[in-house]
């Protein structure tokens, strides 16, 4: 497989430490809020490379974190007149229940930033001790950007650019302006920790490099986030972690692009915000997902209420075609084996396209291939070809997170009982109580379609 490392600019054939395993960490929520939609589209990628990664026999260790202290999560406690914890468990429980709604698999670990401060503060030392932090006269601790002369090479602009851009003026506290907080001195009201500093808080960045060394290592396999994370987030993860580590960090990074609403950055003020949990209210959280991995992944996406009614239309083609093997299956009566070629060819086609940089939008269009092949074979194949169809048409949509949301439970046999009533009267020509077995059906949520093969039972 191949990927574009944003350190490299280019596509590198992802190959892991270790044969057979990835180890990846994922950027997580700062929980003090539902999530948008934009956040959910990092969440969706990378669980589809996860998933990928596994269905072609890999062991993944995926470790995504939850930012658990942070300034916006205070000043949200301030307003409510709470504690922070209590607003961090709360959209913490959000995140997770929009997760399961967007099938998104549970990380191995979700670490949270409250629960590592002891790693946090020894990373922290081992930048002090090596002179690549120093202890303002506040009690702040400040990373020397210009003393790790690898800064600046995830987002591939000097420090000098960068600096430029900062927009920071040097005060009495900071000894320049791109120097960035690794452990904040407390405020009056605000929650704190005991560090040799003083009592205080971590900063962001430190974070993750200290979860990250905690759960998968000094060298990670990869590090994935949204696009607007390289600079300064991840560039900072970079320094801290392998001026700390005296190693690479990360081998790999991926980032997905941005999300527009109808062509615009989405913003409150030009009310085009939408949560997750918004939309899911309106359409159900699987056309979201669909939506979130119909495009490559590094480029622009563009949400629109057409766009999002599309995608509810594809994935009702899906789901039909597959409702269709099963009715197919079970009234297998033709000899043709023609399906377990094309379920292999799908197969290929799907690993192709995924195999180029996570290619979803060509992966995705392998399937709906596949599904037009099946709706065109499955009334003269064997049950054995319809079996395999159907063993590969779950895989394939499996990786994608996709037709989760299909219920395998067997018709109740009441509604059996109805069905086959109705299949006698028709032949009676009793066309009055068929109507009437009909509605009945309806009122059950049931809708009988009459085939060649014999009547099929839908869930409406």
């Known amino acids: ?75 949200k406690a301030n307003e409510e007149g709470t504690t922070y914890d209590v607003i961090a468990r709360r959209y913490e429980q959000e995140y997770f229940t929009d997760c399961r709604g967007l099938n998104v698999k549970p990380a191995t670990v979700h670490p949270r930033a409250t629960e590592h401060i002891d790693e946090i503060l020894a990373i922290t030392k081992d930048l002090v001790d090596k002179g690549f932090a120093y202890v303002a006269n506040n009690g702040d601790v400040y990373f020397r950007a210009h003393k790790d002369h690898d800064y600046g090479k995830l987002s591939h602009q000097p420090l000098e650019d960068l600096e430029a851009g900062a927009r920071i003026s040097v005060g009495e506290i900071k000894e320049d302006p791109m120097d960035f907080a690794v452990w904040k001195s407390s405020k009056p009201g605000e929650p704190a920790w005991a560090s040799p500093y003083g009592p205080g808080r971590p900063g962001w960045h430190i974070e993750c490099s200290a979860m990250a060394r905690r759960h998968l290592g000094d060298t990670i396999d990869l590090h994935c986030g949204g696009v ?95 409702n269709n093997l099963d009715f197919a299956m079970e009234n297998a009566s033709g000899e043709g084996k023609e399906l377990i070629a094309k379920a292999e060819a799908a197969k290929a086609k799907f690993i192709d396209a995924m195999d180029d940089d996570l290619n979803t939008a060509d992966a995705i269009a392998a399937v709906f291939e596949f599904a037009r092949e099946i709706n065109t074979l499955s009334a003269s194949e064997s049950k054995e070809s319809l079996q395999a169809a159907a063993d590969m048409f779950d ?64 869930r409406k």
């Open 228 to 322: 607007d994370l390289v600079f300064p987030h991840h560039e900072n993860e970079i320094a801290q972690s392998e001026c700390a580590n005296g190693c690479t960090f990360a081998n790999y990074w991926m980032h997905n692009g941005f999300l527009n609403i109808d062509n615009h950055k989405m913003s409150k003020s030009l009310n085009n915000f939408f949560t997750v949990r918004d939309v899911a209210e309106q359409v159900g959280y699987e056309p979201i997902r669909f939506f979130l991995i119909s495009g490559h992944y590094r480029s622009p996406l563009n949400y629109t209420k057409e766009v999002i009614e599309s995608c509810k239309a594809s994935l009702e083609r899906l789901y039909t075609c597959r």
């Open 395 to 458: 895989s394939l949509t499996g990786v994608l997170g996709l037709l989760y949301n299909r219920n395998t439970d067997d018709v109740p046999e009441h509604v059996k009982s109805l069905v086959a009533e109705r299949t006698e009267v028709r032949k009676a020509k009793n066309w009055a109580r068929a109507d009437a077995i009909r509605d009945e059906l309806a009122s059950l949520g049931y809708v009988v379609e009459d085939t060649a093969s014999g009547p099929k039972i839908v």
């Open 1 to 75: 497989m191949k990927i574009f490392n944003t350190l490299t600019r280019q596509k590198d054939e992802f190959i892991p430490i270790k044969e057979g395993e990835y180890r990846i960490y994922v950027c997580g929520p700062t929980v003090y809020n539902f999530i948008h939609v934009g956040n959910a589209r990092p969440v969706c990628v990378f669980d589809t490379l996860r998933r990928y990664l596994e269905f072609l026999g890999n062991k993944v260790y995926y470790v995504s974190n939850i930012t658990d202290i942070d300034d916006k999560i205070i000043k």
